[in-house]
């Protein structure tokens, strides 16, 4: 445990940080998982909408600093991918 004033100050915001980027990160990850369930039953429709919140939320914490900006790209385009291609599967048939 830190003794000078600032430095307890400086704990506690940094952990008031972790906290919200701890929870962010999870919000990415559960927008991301929803994409993922409703592209496993086959729902199209759902998965293009959630994807849009998903995409969002993800460049959000990208411009945060809560994931690398790359990383964040990264998942918005791996995700953009598995849905248009499940879209385009559906549509060949």
Aim: net charge positive.
């Amino acid at each position: 445990m830190a003794n000078i004033k600032s430095s307890k100050k400086d704990m506690i915001t940094s952990e008031k940080a972790r906290q919200r980027n701890v929870a962010c990160r999870s919000a990415v990850k559960t927008a991301k998982r929803k994409v993922l369930d409703a592209l496993a039953i086959n729902d199209i429709e759902a998965a293009q909408k959630l994807f849009r919140d998903a995409e969002s939320m993800i460049a959000r914490a990208g411009k945060k600093g809560v994931l690398k900006k790359e990383a964040a790209s990264r998942k918005i385009s791996r995700l953009a991918q598995r849905v248009v291609g499940a879209a385009q599967k559906t549509s060949s048939k």
